[in-house]
């Protein structure tokens, strides 16, 4: 379980040295997630030990987002002041990422043979 612990502690920081020392504009810990993608990827299989540990991260996710909402409460006036193109970047974001979906969704059954079959009340 240590070495699973690690290897997550491990790509979180590499994502931060890289982050930092390329001036890249995501945060560290996206690109450390990347990393362990690619890292998996590779592997073609998720170790047992770190689908325990991630498993255990993710039952208690919930407590993850409380550092987001501290820091949600820091910038209430910012927030108060930019509310419109948030707004309007909350929707759009939404409508994208609907559609991508669902396109990807029909070029997956595309590539499945699937077909869309007409149902007849």
Do not use: Y
């Amino acid at each position: 379980m240590v070495h699973a612990i690690l290897a997550l502690l491990v790509c979180q920081l590499l994502g931060e040295i890289i982050v930092r020392a390329a001036g890249i504009p995501i945060p560290g810990p996206v690109l450390g997630t990347l990393l362990m993608l690619g890292a998996l990827a590779a592997l073609r299989e998720v170790p047992d030990e770190l689908n325990a540990v991630a498993g255990v991260l993710l039952s208690h996710l919930s407590l993850l987002f409380v550092p987001a909402g501290v820091g949600v409460m820091l910038h209430v006036a910012r927030i108060k002041a930019e509310w419109l193109p948030l707004l309007a970047g909350l929707f759009l974001s939404t409508a994208l990422t609907i559609a991508v979906t669902g396109l990807v969704f029909f070029w997956v059954m595309r590539k499945m043979g699937l077909q869309e079959t007409e149902q007849n009340p």
